[in-house]
């Protein structure tokens, strides 16, 4: 399951948010347009992760990381 899961993960070009993971802005930061868009695309990718994540495991697992918040 862990080699379909990655073949998944990476198909919909997510797998980069399991291996690095998401880094949240500091609150308060002044980002500019294009920092905020990529920050958002990041935020995104990561939850596609997240969500993909979560539809892999069957009942007996999943609470494992049902409180997660992010892939990493």
């Known amino acids: 399951m862990v080699y379909s899961s990655k073949a998944w993960l990476s198909f919909q ?4 948010m399991v291996e690095k993971g998401f880094e949240k802005p500091i609150d ?3 980002l500019t347009l294009a920092q905020r ?3 958002q695309k ?3 990718k990561d939850q596609l992760a997240l969500t993909i994540i979560h539809q892999c495991l069957d009942d007996a697992t999943f609470h494992i990381v049902a409180n997660a918040t992010t892939t990493k």
Request: hydrophobic fraction near 55%.
């Open 28 to 30: 308060g930061a002044m």
């Open 37 to 39: 868009k990529v920050v």
């Open 13 to 16: 070009d997510v797998w980069e």
């Open 42 to 44: 990041a935020r995104r």
